[in-house]
Nanobody, 117 residues
Framework: QVQLVESGGGLVQAGGSLRLSCAASGSIFSINVMGWYRQAPGKQRELVAAITGGGSTNYADFVKGRFTISRDSAKNTVYLQMNSLLLEDTAVYYC???????????WGKGTLVTVSS
């Protein structure tokens, strides 16, 4: 079994910061890409940021310059540092971990981020 446990969500004022963490455990091998997605009410899930095993990153345009993704491969953990949060960043944030054996990726249960004015 593979488990992804996200943490770090919560309520923050606009302009504030949060740091999300996602730790993968269980029978998970050959991790490739680790990423964060989000889904706001009434909207589709969308990619926020992703990072490869080599450290290459990809960001959605709406978070460039504000969010930073990083990973600790030894701990099978991925982080998302979110700065200058906007009201529209309010969403459930999901961790996704892709492996060589499961390229669609495993999903976490999500962590709610609420940005208030």
């Amino acid at each position: 079994q593979v488990q992804l446990v996200e943490s770090g969500g919560g309520l923050v004022q606009a302009g504030g910061s949060l740091r999300l963490s996602c730790a993968a455990s269980g029978s998970i091998f050959s991790i490739n890409v680790m990423g964060w997605y989000r889904q706001a009410p009434g909207k589709q899930r969308e990619l926020v940021a992703a990072i490869t095993g080599g450290g290459s990153t990809n960001y959605a345009d709406f978070v460039k310059g504000r969010f930073t993704i990083s990973r600790d491969s030894a701990k099978n953990t991925v982080y998302l540092q979110m700065n200058s949060l906007l009201l529209e960043d309010t969403a459930v944030y999901y961790c996704n971990v892709k492996t060589a054996y499961y390229p669609m990726g495993y999903w976490g249960k999500g962590t709610l981020v609420t940005v208030s004015s």
